[in-house]
C-alpha cells in the first residue's frame, strides 16, 4: 500500500490544493465509518502488531506506540477509525470553547522535496458545545475502540487575560469523553497563545485545570483524567526547564513534543510561508527536545514524541530519545493511510525498514 499511495495516490490527491485534499481526505475517512464491521476487521489485522503487549502509560492501555497527532481530525468526525488504520491512540481538537474559522485560505502549504507542510489553519473548528455532542453520539454506538485524546485550546476571540476560564469550560465540557486531555499551549497561529507557556501565565493555567480535574474526581468517585501538556519546538531549553517544573510541581502526567515551528530549522527550497513548519525539517529539533526532558526527568516522565516522524529510523529515533508513545501528521500525509500500521509492527519487532 506504501508504495501505491506513494506512486499513485499521493500525486492525485496532491494534485488538489493542500486544503481541499485535506478535506476529501476526511470525507472518506468518515466514509469508510459507516461501515462499522469492516472497521472492525480492519482493526483485528492493523491494530495490534503480531506478538506484542500493550503498553501501559498514565492508567491508560495503548495497544501500539502510534498515535495520530491533533490537527488532523479537529471536529472529530472521522477518529472511530483511526484504530483500523493502524493508529494506536487518536487525538482530536485542538477544540476551543468558541466556534471559530480560523484564518483566511490558503492557509496550508506542502514542500514535497522536503516533505514539509506550513500551516496557519488557526484553530478552525465547530467549537467544544458541538463536538462533545458528536462525540457523545459516536461513544454511544460504541465506536470508542482505541484511547481518545482530547486537545484543548484558547478561543481567538478571548484575551489572553480570560483564557484560564475558556479553557476551564472546554475541560468542563469535554471531559466525559476523554481519555486524556492536552492543553495545548503551543500552536503558532493564534496570537499570543504561546505567550501562555511562560511564568506570567502558565501556573495560574495548569494549576487551575489541574483543581478542576481532580474536584471533578473526588466528586465522581473516578480516577483524574491524564493531563498533559504540548509544547513548542521554539523554546530554550531555560524556558522548557520552567515548563517542566511546573508540571512536575503540579502532577501533570506528560508531555507532548512538539508542535510546529515558527522557526526554519532548515532553509526550505521555496518561497517559506508565514505558520507553523512540520515533517522532515522538524524532525532534529523535536527529538533533541525530547532527549533534553527525557534526560532532565532521568527517563521518568512520560512523553509522547511527535515531529517530523518519516519513517522507521526517525520513528525509532524518537523512543530512543526517551518517548513512550509518538504521533504522526505530516508523515501520514506523504507515506499514506497505513503508515501508523507500518511503523507501529517495526517499532514492536525492531524491523530496519517501514515497509
Ligand atoms: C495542518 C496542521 C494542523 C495542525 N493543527 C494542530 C492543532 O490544531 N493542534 C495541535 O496541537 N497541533 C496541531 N498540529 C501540529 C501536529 O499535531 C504536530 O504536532 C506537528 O505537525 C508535528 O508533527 P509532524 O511533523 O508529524 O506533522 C497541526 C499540524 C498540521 C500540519
Known sequence: MGKFYESVLRPYLFRQEAEKAHESAVHYLQFLGRFPFLCRMMEWRNLRPPRSKSIALFGLQFPNRVGLAAGMDKNAKFWPVAGALGFGHVEIGTVTYHPQQGNPRPRLFRYPEQE?????MGFNNDGATLIEKRLGKQIRRNLK??????????????RIEQAVEDYLKSYHLLAEHADYFTINVSSPNTPHLRKLQGSEYLPALLENLATANFERARKLGTKPIPMLVKISPDLTYREIDFIMETVLDLNYDGIIATNTAVSRPVQLRTRSEPGGL????LQKRSTDIIRYISKSTQGKFPIIGVGGIMDFASAGEKIDAGASLIQIYTGWIYRGPFFAKHLARSLAHGHKKWI
Do not use: E, Q, T
Request: charged share 20%; aromatic share 0%.
Open 116 to 120: 514539509a507542510l506550513i500551516n496557519r
Open 145 to 158: 475502540r482505541i484511547p481518545l485524546g482530547i486537545n484543548i485550546g484558547k478561543s481567538r476571540i478571548i
Open 278 to 281: 512540520s515533517g522532515r525539517p
